[in-house]
């Protein structure tokens, strides 16, 4: 039954709460394969089932998931991505009549879709057919990704798809104002809101350095380190970092790598660093105290539509030196934090410049008081991130949302 069946007597609008919510929430990873936009999703339902809303997550599910989700997950058809270097990802391709049956049993009032995937339009489909609003996050800058894998052709397309796609939709939400910006710029939505990221003090602080297993590593108390975080794919800006890494060395600036993570591109990465340090993938306390035991925060990426790493560095004390894209711009203050450093090149296809990244690394290298005054800046800064906050931020805009859309369908209803 849609809602627009319904008698105008049981559409009169109330205050809606969190509790009264029932959300659909597609995802294409939901925590078969962790990373920063997973973790934000499952953050973002602990909150609302917190709140008594109920939730239900679709997406596709393996047997061994990096982690447990929060909440009731159904699975959904998909195949491996079918993109060299991706494929410990999956393509959600379809919702099938089990998923839709489960939708139907489950009555939700609002959907939210993560990702614009083939099942994701399908959701789209589906929740307009039985007139539900719908919110799309914006988690990653999807636009970008083909120019990393020789398709940049591509882009204008996919340019095209994502406009139609997210305008259909009844509003965004994206993690940073500069992310906001260039949405409302490519006229992806006209009503998209901030849903920034929190950040877990109780692992990510500066207190979390340890010298004893920088040790571990080879890494001398007076070395300094210059740490990349994240999955190992190219289009985490891998290139350009091991290039700004060769012209520290041309200036015979003194430095080591210490590379945490793991990934399809462990190989190459590994080949264009000689000498950097690999510790692997890390998570909860063992992150923290990786993280925070570096010295230099480097992030070169431009997909990045927030950056989870770029504040959890921060709230571990780390200067941080990141090209001045989406997300970053939001999180760094430029001379105060770390360094952004301006995209050069074709718009549309923008890099940061490697000499121009390696000129702002080079005094962090170099001044340890520097160091020190912009990591407790960038420390201090991170306090504002509150999840309980942010997530809020969230769930009262599916209250708009709903109270929207029965509004509209009161003032459609006919007279009794």
């Known amino acids: 039954m849609q809602i627009s069946d319904l008698h105008p007597s049981e559409l009169r609008s109330s205050d809606l709460s969190p509790s009264d919510l029932r959300i659909a929430l597609f995802s294409g990873n939901y925590n078969y394969t962790r990373d920063g936009a997973n973790q934000a999703l499952n953050r973002l339902v602990s909150t609302l089932l917190g709140k008594g809303a109920k939730v239900r997550v679709y997406s596709p599910t393996v047997a061994e998931p990096d982690f447990e989700p929060t909440g009731d997950l159904v ?42 995937d083939p099942a994701g339009h399908a959701a789209l489909r589906w929740a307009q057919e039985y007139d539900i609003p719908v919110l799309s996050s914006v988690h990653t800058r999807f636009e970008t990704y083909p120019r990393y894998y020789g398709l940049a052709f591509l882009e204008p397309l996919v340019v095209k798809m994502l406009r139609r796609f997210y305008n259909r939709c009844d509003a965004l939400v994206a993690p940073s104002q500069s992310m906001i910006d260039e949405l409302l710029d490519m006229k992806m939505h006209d009503d998209i809101g901030l849903w920034s990221r929190g950040v877990d003090r109780s692992i990510f602080a500066s207190e979390k350095r340890d010298v004893e297993w920088r040790r571990s590593l080879g890494l001398a108390d007076d070395d300094v380190a210059i740490v990349f975080l994240g999955r190992l794919v190219m289009e985490k800006g891998l290139d ?26 462990r190989e190459w990465f590994e080949a264009a660093l000689p000498g950097g340090i690999f510790a692997g993938f890390k998570t909860g306390a063992d992150l923290g105290q990786a993280l925070a035991s570096g010295d230099i925060f480097f992030n070169p990426s431009v997909t990045e539509t927030f950056g989870n790493v770029t504040l959890e560095a921060m709230a571990c004390g780390l200067p941080v030196v990141a090209a001045g894209a989406t997300g970053a711009s939001s999180l760094v203050t430029d001379g105060e934090t770390g360094r952004l450093v301006p995209l050069v090149g074709k718009k549309g296809a923008e890099t940061p410049c490697s000499e121009a990244l390696a000129e702002a690394i080079a005094p962090y290298c170099l001044d340890a008081n520097l160091r020190r005054a912009h990591g407790a800046a960038g420390e201090a800064r991170s306090l504002e991130y509150s999840w309980e906050a942010i997530n809020s931020i969230v769930a009262d805009t599916y209250v708009r949302l709903v109270e929207e859309r029965r509004a509209l369908q009161m003032a459609e209803a006919p007279s009794a």
């Open 75 to 116: 699975h959904i058809p998909n195949v491996r991505m079918p993109v060299k270097g991706r494929g410990e990802y999956r393509l959600p391709l379809w919702l099938g009549s089990a998923v839709k049956r489960d939708l139907v049993k489950f009555e939700p009032n609002i959907v939210h879709i993560a990702s614009p």
């Open 240 to 265: 350009v970092f091991a290039e700004t890494i060769v012209q520290l060395r041309k200036r015979q600036v003194p430095h080591k790598v210490l590379v945490i993570g793991d990934g399809p591109a």
